[in-house]
Structure formats: structure tokens, C-alpha cells
């Protein structure tokens, strides 16, 4: 049974970088058949795919193009673990940010089969 | 970008069908997920690939995809069904992954 738990702060000042973890409980975070996401959720923004991580022979990332300058995502395989780091971040990031496992053969097959339970994340000074 | 429109509630009775759409142009060409989320929960993959169900959901979740529309049904409805619902396809290379605006069920 694969759990995702998610840690770290709830409240970051503009500017300042937003720094979250996950930590993976029944699967490894250097699998071939999965790749270690994050999605954030907000009343403007709805649902939306930030970016992911994933290990086929070799790491590979992708990000979303609205953060791509800002956004960095790591795995941890001593600690079977994957983060985000948003640097520069503004008020329009207040949302609450999810990790979550994709799978799928294909980018169109790909989807996200479980999800951390979600940390509010507050831009605020 | 790939819009996804949904519409923003849909209310049905307990026993009856709920059907909740997805739009987006020529949607019926890619593959639909769908997803259910309660309040002050994380989204759960209910349906996946237009119309398969991961282990543990019920039967009465299945999903059909064609043309320029997506949907979800929900046969015999219960009060625990009442939650938001959220489809979700692969954008483009720019886009990537995409998610429709929800769905608000509501079990009158």
C-alpha cells in the first residue's frame, strides 16, 4: 500500500523560496514505472500540474512552463523521498501543494494514481 | 492551451445517475482520467483511461469518451458520492497535464 507523506512549512514570505517534502512508504522513489509529482490547487487556479521526477536509467525532470524558471524538484534516494523548491514566490502562490505518483506507458496514459494529503501553503508576509 | 470545461454542479437524487461532462476539443482522441475529491481531502483517481477503475472503486463508476466529450457516470448514487469531480487528459509538450475546472456533485 503506497503512501505519500507530506511535510514542511505552511507559511512563506514573498520572495522567499517555498521548500516542501515527500516522503514514499511502499514504492521507491528510483522506480522505472512511476514518476514523483507535484500539484498544486488554488480558488484561481484550480488543479495544476507543477512538475515531476522520475528515474529511467538516469533522472529526468519536467515543469510546467508557467514555473519553469522558478522551480526545482529533487529526489532523495538515501531518504526514498522527492521535494519541491518555488523560489521567488508572490501572493498568486497561496494554494494547497500535493505530491503525488504518476503512472502511465505514455504521456497520454499517464495519470495520478495517489496523492499526499495536501499542505496549505500561505504567501504572506 | 487544451481547455477542459465542466460544469460547475450537477445535482442528482440518491439511487438515481449522475452524469458529469468534460469537454475539449477532439477529447474523444486522448485518454480521460477522472477524480474524486471531498472536502479537506486529496483527489482520487476513480476512473482512469476514458473508463477503467482502479481496484477498490465501485462498479458504479465508469466512464465513455467520444468526440468532443467526456463523461463520467455515477449509477445509483449515494449520499457518500457527493464530493467534486475532476477530469484530467495530457495538454501538449507546452501544456502537459491539464484538469478540468470541477464539477461540484451534489446528493439532494
Known amino acids: 500500500q503506497i503512501q505519500l507523506q507530506q511535510s514542511g512549512p505552511g507559511l512563506v514570505k514573498p520572495s522567499q523560496t517555498l521548500s516542501l517534502t515527500c516522503a514514499i512508504s511502499?514504492?521507491?522513489?528510483?522506480?522505472?514505472?512511476?514518476?514523483w509529482n507535484w500539484i498544486r490547487q488554488s480558488p484561481s487556479r484550480g488543479l495544476e500540474w507543477l512538475g515531476r521526477?522520475?528515474?529511467?536509467?538516469?533522472?529526468?525532470?519536467e515543469y510546467a512552463v508557467s514555473v519553469k524558471s522558478r522551480i526545482t524538484i529533487n529526489p532523495d534516494t538515501s531518504k526514498n523521498q522527492f521535494s519541491l523548491q518555488l523560489n521567488s514566490v508572490t501572493p498568486e502562490d497561496t494554494a494547497v501543494y500535493y505530491c503525488a505518483r504518476g503512472v502511465g506507458a505514455t504521456y497520454d496514459a499517464y495519470c495520478f494514481d495517489c496523492w499526499g494529503q495536501g499542505t496549505l501553503v500561505t504567501v504572506s508576509s | 492551451s487544451y481547455v477542459l470545461t465542466q460544469p460547475p454542479s450537477v445535482s442528482v437524487s440518491p439511487g438515481q445517475t449522475a452524469r458529469i461532462t468534460c469537454g475539449g476539443n477532439?477529447?474523444?482522441?486522448?485518454?480521460v482520467h477522472w477524480y474524486q475529491q471531498k472536502p479537506g481531502q486529496a483527489p482520487v483517481l476513480v476512473v482512469y483511461?476514458?473508463?477503467d477503475r482502479p481496484s477498490g472503486i465501485p462498479e458504479r463508476f465508469s466512464g465513455s469518451n467520444s468526440g468532443n466529450t467526456a463523461t463520467l457516470t455515477i449509477s445509483r448514487v449515494k449520499a457518500g458520492d457527493e464530493a467534486d469531480y475532476y477530469c484530467q487528459v495530457w495538454g501538449s509538450s507546452s501544456d502537459f497535464w491539464v484538469f478540468g475546472g470541477g464539477t461540484k456533485l451534489t446528493v439532494l
Open positions: 521526477t522520475y528515474y529511467r536509467s538516469k533522472w529526468y525532470n
Open positions: 477532439n477529447i474523444g482522441s486522448k485518454s
Open positions: 511502499g514504492d521507491s522513489v528510483s522506480t522505472n514505472s512511476a514518476a
Open positions: 483511461d476514458d473508463g
